[in-house]
Protein backbone atom coordinates (compact mmCIF):
# COMPACT_ATOMS: atom_id res chain seq x y z
CA UNK A 1 0.00 0.00 0.00
CA UNK A 2 1.18 3.22 -0.96
CA UNK A 3 0.64 6.08 1.94
CA UNK A 4 0.01 8.82 -0.73
CA UNK A 5 -2.55 6.39 -2.48
CA UNK A 6 -4.54 6.23 1.39
CA UNK A 7 -4.25 9.76 2.10
CA UNK A 8 -5.74 10.72 -1.09
CA UNK A 9 -8.55 8.10 -0.33
CA UNK A 10 -8.89 9.84 3.40
CA UNK A 11 -9.35 12.99 1.64
CA UNK A 12 -11.84 11.46 -0.83
CA UNK A 13 -13.78 9.83 2.00
CA UNK A 14 -13.55 12.65 3.80
CA UNK A 15 -15.56 15.33 1.60
CA UNK A 16 -17.12 12.96 -0.64
CA UNK A 17 -15.65 14.29 -3.91
CA UNK A 18 -12.72 13.44 -6.14
CA UNK A 19 -12.74 17.17 -7.10
CA UNK A 20 -12.77 18.25 -2.77
CA UNK A 21 -10.05 15.84 -2.20
CA UNK A 22 -7.81 17.28 -5.15
CA UNK A 23 -8.12 20.99 -4.49
CA UNK A 24 -7.24 19.81 -0.54
CA UNK A 25 -4.43 17.85 -1.65
CA UNK A 26 -3.10 20.65 -4.16
CA UNK A 27 -3.47 17.66 -7.18
CA UNK A 28 -5.45 17.14 -10.11
CA UNK A 29 -9.07 15.09 -9.84
CA UNK A 30 -7.23 12.29 -12.13
CA UNK A 31 -4.23 12.00 -9.89
CA UNK A 32 -6.83 11.56 -7.30
CA UNK A 33 -9.05 9.33 -8.74
CA UNK A 34 -6.21 6.97 -10.09
CA UNK A 35 -4.66 6.80 -6.61
CA UNK A 36 -8.42 5.10 -5.57
CA UNK A 37 -8.54 2.89 -8.32
CA UNK A 38 -4.98 1.58 -7.17
CA UNK A 39 -6.42 1.00 -3.80
CA UNK A 40 -9.15 -0.59 -5.16
CA UNK A 41 -7.21 -3.46 -7.23
CA UNK A 42 -5.55 -3.81 -4.38
CA UNK A 43 -8.17 -4.59 -2.08
CA UNK A 44 -10.24 -6.25 -4.96
CA UNK A 45 -13.35 -4.21 -5.17
CA UNK A 46 -14.98 -0.86 -4.82
CA UNK A 47 -14.02 1.58 -2.30
CA UNK A 48 -17.01 3.49 -2.60
CA UNK A 49 -20.53 3.68 -4.12
CA UNK A 50 -22.63 6.29 -5.83
CA UNK A 51 -25.95 6.73 -4.24
CA UNK A 52 -27.78 9.90 -5.81
CA UNK A 53 -24.47 10.87 -7.55
CA UNK A 54 -22.95 11.29 -3.86
CA UNK A 55 -20.20 9.04 -3.12
CA UNK A 56 -20.49 6.60 -0.07
CA UNK A 57 -17.95 3.82 1.46
CA UNK A 58 -18.39 0.74 0.67
CA UNK A 59 -18.18 -1.82 3.26
CA UNK A 60 -14.66 -2.16 2.37
CA UNK A 61 -14.26 1.59 2.75
CA UNK A 62 -15.54 2.00 5.91
CA UNK A 63 -13.00 -0.21 6.98
CA UNK A 64 -9.96 1.28 5.04
CA UNK A 65 -11.20 4.58 6.37
CA UNK A 66 -11.14 3.87 9.86
CA UNK A 67 -6.98 3.22 9.46
CA UNK A 68 -6.48 6.06 6.65
CA UNK A 69 -8.19 7.97 9.71
CA UNK A 70 -5.79 6.96 12.26
CA UNK A 71 -2.63 7.18 9.65
CA UNK A 72 -3.51 11.01 8.52
CA UNK A 73 -4.11 11.79 12.51
CA UNK A 74 -0.37 10.18 13.15
CA UNK A 75 0.19 12.69 10.48
CA UNK A 76 -0.64 15.47 11.72
CA UNK A 77 0.87 14.62 15.55
CA UNK A 78 4.19 13.87 13.84
CA UNK A 79 4.13 17.13 11.77
CA UNK A 80 3.69 19.00 14.85
Known amino acids: ?3 RHLKNFYWVSK ?3 YSG ?5 DL ?3 TVYRAV ?5 SYGG ?3 SKDKGR ?4 QTGKLLYDYAEKINALEGMAEQ
Open 1 to 3: MNL
Open 15 to 17: LAT
Open 21 to 25: AAEQL
Open 28 to 30: TES
Open 37 to 41: QTLEK
Open 46 to 48: PLF
Open 55 to 58: LRLT
